[in-house]
């Protein structure tokens, strides 16, 4: 069947949702160039915790184990009380999406071994950042809708 948000985890093993979450924050933390960015992410969370936090609300929303809903309640939809929340605590500025994106984007093109460490066959991985493509897309854009 197709691949969809919710069925990644069927044909990406978790692991490589960790080494994407992994990639992306040490991009993050790295990013001094640009400190009013960093710091939206280190006044709340340590690198690892970051890590965790992320990798597990991903795993979840990809269709894998259950860790995130375990730890902090019900799974949060995107465009829901987690934008909401990050928006009243003026914690996201537009150009900081576009950062947000450019890190995830190179963690996920670059920096994750999809087919050599993790096994994913190419089309797999071509159609899954699609996927993600169109999901960070959508949610950035509801994100300033408001």
């Known amino acids: 069947g197709a691949l969809t948000m919710e069925t990644i985890c069927k044909v990406v093993p978790e692991e490589a949702i960790r080494d994407l979450s992994r990639a992306f924050y040490t991009r993050v933390y790295a990013d001094e160039g640009h400190p009013e960015f960093l710091r939206l992410f280190t006044r709340v969370a340590s690198l690892e915790k970051a890590i965790t936090n992320q990798a597990r609300w991903l795993i979840e929303s990809f269709g894998g184990t259950k860790g995130y809903s375990v730890e902090h309640g019900d ?3 995107h465009e829901g009380r987690f934008i909401k929340r990050h928006m009243a605590l003026g914690a996201m500025k537009e150009e ?3 950062r947000w994106m450019f890190h995830m984007t190179l963690a996920t093109d670059r920096d994750v071994d999809w087919t050599g460490k993790h096994g994913v066959s190419e089309d797999v991985v ?3 950042k699609e996927v993600l493509d169109e999901f960070w897309a ?3 854009a509801n994100m300033y809708a408001t």
């Open 75 to 77: 799974l949060l939809d």
């Open 96 to 98: 900081w999406g576009v």
């Open 138 to 140: 959508y949610g950035l």
């Open 126 to 128: 071509m159609r899954m």
